[in-house]
Nanobody
Framework: QVHLVESGGGLVQAGGSLRLSCAAS????????MGWFRQAPGKEREFVAA???????YYSDSIKGRFTIARDNAKNTVYLQMNSLKPEDTAVYYC????????????????WGQGTQVTVSS
């Protein structure tokens, strides 16, 4: 079992930045691929970014070049640095973990956090 807790959300003006953190506890953090997803009101949850056990990163086209995912295995934490934020980035952001051994990294996560709200004002 892996327990995930997100933090760092908040209200920011368009063009601003936020850094989300996700602290993991339970099984060995370095064994898992970590992902960030988001869900805006009235929309389905969508993939944002992921980082696998080899520290390879993956990004959705909508945020590529603006967001950066990173992990610190010593701190059992994954981060999402979000720059040049836009109002359309407003959503609840979720951290997730999966035992990844290839295939699609954008789906089939096993563990989820409770989410953190990000609101970008225009």
């Amino acid at each position: 079992q892996v327990h995930l807790v997100e933090s760092g959300g908040g209200l920011v003006q368009a063009g601003g930045s936020l850094r989300l953190s996700c602290a993991a506890s339970g099984r060995k953090f370095s064994n898992y691929a970590m992902g960030w997803f988001r869900q805006a009101p009235g929309k389905e949850r969508e993939f944002v970014a992921a980082i696998d056990q080899s520290v390879t990163t993956y990004y959705s086209d909508s945020i590529k070049g603006r967001f950066t995912i990173a992990r610190d295995n010593a701190k059992n934490t994954v981060y999402l640095q979000m720059n040049s934020l836009k109002p359309e980035d407003t959503a609840v952001y979720y951290c997730a973990a999966k035992d990844y051994s290839g295939g699609r990294i954008t789906v089939d996560y096993d563990y989820w956090g409770q989410g953190t709200q990000v609101t970008v004002s225009s």
